[in-house]
């Protein structure tokens, strides 16, 4: 992506707005740090401190804060003054709504606007749900190595098999 203003022949003069729209163009490639307030119906307010002003939501763009609330439903998250928008966590069959307790208190989120969420209206993924106790079923012939290990081949415990081809891993924190 060029910038908007490139200093050298023929142009050597910057002036402060062609300055300004460089630092903005480079500013909507960074995470935009917020605070947030909130539980179900978040605002985000970017800092104002050396952040860009946001001018319009943009595709991709990344906003950073540490949760106020823990939710208890689903979440809608307003930032600044623009409208507010659902969130939605990425999951194998495509984004779907929050549910209770996939934002946490005090934990950090990072939320991406996407245009295409919300039947084109707009909405913003969480690319951070927190890990929780649970049971996590996995169907199918296990293959060499998934009841030993765990991730990044750290050891794991409490596995139990149920049925033929079924293997059930609960994991604690």
Same mark, same amino acid.
């Given at each position: 992506?060029?910038?908007?203003?490139?200093?050298?022949?023929?142009?050597?003069?910057? %002036?402060?707005?062609?300055?300004?729209?460089?630092?903005?163009?480079?500013?909507? /490639?960074?995470?935009?740090?917020?605070?947030?307030?909130? $539980?179900?119906?978040? %605002? /985000? $307010?970017?800092?104002?401190?050396?952040?860009?002003?946001? %001018?319009?939501?943009?595709?991709?763009? /990344?906003?950073?804060? !540490?949760?106020?609330?823990?939710?208890?439903?689903?979440? $809608?998250?307003?930032?600044?003054?623009?409208?507010?928008?659902?969130?939605?966590?990425?999951?194998?069959? &495509?984004? =779907? #709504?929050?549910?209770? @307790?996939? !934002?946490?208190?005090?934990?950090?989120?990072?939320? *991406?606007?996407?245009?295409?969420?919300?039947?084109?209206? &707009? @909405?913003?993924?969480?690319?951070?749900?927190? /890990? %929780?106790?649970?049971? *996590? $079923?996995?169907? @199918? #012939?296990?293959? +060499?190595?998934?009841?030993?290990?765990? +991730?990044? &081949?750290? +050891? !794991?415990?409490?596995?139990?098999?149920?049925?033929? &081809?079924? =293997?059930?891993?609960?994991?604690?924190?």
């Amino acid at each position: 992506m060029p910038l908007p203003y490139s200093f050298g022949p023929p142009t050597t003069t910057a %002036t402060g707005t062609n300055l300004d729209q460089n630092f903005s163009a480079l500013g909507s /490639l960074v995470p935009i740090p917020c605070t947030a307030s909130g $539980t179900n119906s978040i %605002t /985000l $307010t970017p800092f104002s401190a050396n952040v860009p002003t946001v %001018t319009a939501l943009a595709n991709y763009s /990344l906003f950073v804060a !540490i949760a106020a609330a823990t939710n208890t439903g689903a979440v $809608t998250v307003t930032v600044g003054s623009f409208t507010a928008l659902p969130v939605y966590r990425d999951s194998a069959t &495509g984004p =779907v #709504a929050l549910t209770s @307790g996939q !934002i946490v208190a005090n934990n950090a989120i990072y939320l *991406v606007y996407d245009s295409a969420l919300n039947s084109g209206s &707009g @909405g913003f993924h969480l690319l951070n749900v927190p /890990l %929780t106790s649970g049971t *996590v $079923t996995e169907t @199918g #012939a296990p293959t +060499s190595g998934q009841i030993a290990q765990w +991730s990044s &081949g750290t +050891s !794991i415990t409490g596995v139990g098999v149920q049925g033929t &081809g079924s =293997v059930v891993l609960a994991r604690s924190e």
